[in-house]
């Protein structure tokens, strides 16, 4: 239950031992920080618009493009073919694989990004992990801490699952869409082909092809 296969194809990430020996799929963040520490060979080997920010702990990927107004301040690992389009924030333990947008003002801090993520315009990921060709809409907030700043766990109909984590925000599987606006709460593992409508408020386990839809009563009056 919870294993990392059930909800990310390691195929399509170049860092699969960060999910080695784990009992969970979220334990993988407990890794990042170390395993950029040893493995982390600092590299620019894409093109740079302009002159974006960034710092002596990252690597830049073949074909990667970085425009002018992004920040990476790392330690970061960014693969091949990627985007990061100006207003782009890169804080600590970060890694991304081939084929990844980072927008315009995202902000992204201690999570793993598959192949062919997309994360376009004004969203937050922080202590979350998304899997190959995962989709964030305009405005999607993982959200990593809660209000308390309690230890974080994952409630399914069985029980409660503690993480040991006080930042956690969310495991989203292989291509799930994400609708604009929509707010995922700490702790929340959603699973592949998975589809959450804007303007959601989640939190929990979402099963492996669900749909989660926001219905709203709308009312028109006569302008006056």
């Given at each position: ?41 600092p ?24 425009e ?34 980072m ?26 992990i998304?899997?190959h ?69 989640f939190r ?18 006569e302008?006056?």
């Open positions: 239950m919870f294993a990392s296969a059930d909800y990310l194809d390691l195929e399509h990430t170049a860092h699969p031992k960060l999910f080695e020996n784990q009992n969970y799929v979220w334990d993988a963040l407990k890794q990042v920080a170390s395993y950029l520490q040893f493995r982390l060979k590299a620019i080997l894409g093109e740079l618009m302009g002159k974006p920010f960034i710092s002596n702990h990252v690597f830049i990927g073949k074909g990667t493009i970085v002018q107004g992004a920040m990476l301040k790392g330690p970061a690992w960014i693969g091949e073919n990627c985007r990061l389009r100006s207003g782009c924030y890169v804080r600590e333990n970060v890694i991304a694989g081939n084929g990844v947008v927008g315009n003002s995202c902000e992204f801090k201690n999570c793993i990004l598959f192949d062919e993520v997309q994360v376009p315009h004004f969203n937050y990921v922080g202590d979350s998304l899997g060709h995962a989709h964030l809409g305009a405005g999607v907030i993982l959200s990593n801490v809660k209000l308390d700043h309690s230890e974080i766990v994952v409630i399914t109909p069985d029980g409660e699952i503690a993480t040991g984590l006080r930042k956690f925000g969310a495991i989203v599987g292989d291509r799930t869409e994400i609708g604009c606006n929509a707010v995922i709460n700490p702790g929340s593992v959603i699973g592949s082909d998975c589809m959450i409508y804007p303007g959601v408020n929990g386990v979402l099963p492996h092809g669900s749909m989660v839809k926001l219905r709203q009563e709308l009312q028109l009056i302008k006056r």
